[in-house]
């Protein structure tokens, strides 16, 4: 894609700092769940410790496995990862519909399971973590809707002018 084309949707240009964040949060944090310890850089370990005992998030780190959660891991790591860098080039539309339906789950989980100790305030700054990451893919899959809607109905003005 061109400069001008990413710069002629401001919605675009957006997608593609979203992609390109991901792609270090995910080798950085993310990735540390499945590796051993001695392969993650010692800074990279108390950013993540950071961020758990700062932030209290009871799915990053969990002492119990959360399978469900650890799915959504091995699914951001096999197939949205790839696919953040196949979206920072050519900033494809399949995307959204994957990921609101797995960050949904996860927001309701933190924001209402009474089993982690969490006041409602530190539930709140969890949901402002996770919430951007369910809202633009939610925005994207409208985007891409109404792009393929489009595209379809000048297909079909087209084919109607021909007959």
């Not at 010692?42 to 469900?68: A, C, Q, R």
């Not at 091995?74 to 959204?96: D, S």
Request: with cysteine; proline share 7%.
């Amino acid at each position: 894609m061109t400069k001008s084309g990413l710069l002629s949707r401001p919605l675009d240009l957006i997608y593609f700092v979203y992609f390109a964040t991901h792609i270090p949060i995910t080798l950085c944090i993310d990735l540390q769940t499945f590796c051993p310890s001695s392969w993650v850089p010692n800074t990279l370990v108390d950013l993540f410790h950071f961020y758990k005992i700062t932030f209290k998030d009871p799915l990053m780190g969990s002492s119990e496995p959360m399978y469900w959660y650890l799915s959504f891991l091995v699914c951001e790591l096999v197939i949205q990862l790839p696919f953040f860098f196949a979206a920072c080039y050519g900033l494809f539309k399949v995307y959204g519909a994957h990921v609101t339906t797995t960050v949904l789950p996860t927001l309701a989980e933190v924001m209402l399971n009474p089993t982690y100790s969490l006041v409602s305030q530190e539930r709140w700054v969890l949901f402002g973590f996770y919430f951007p990451y369910f809202l633009l893919p939610f925005i994207m899959l409208i985007d891409s809707y109404r792009c393929v809607n489009q595209s379809i109905s000048l297909a079909q003005s087209k084919k109607s002018k021909i007959q």
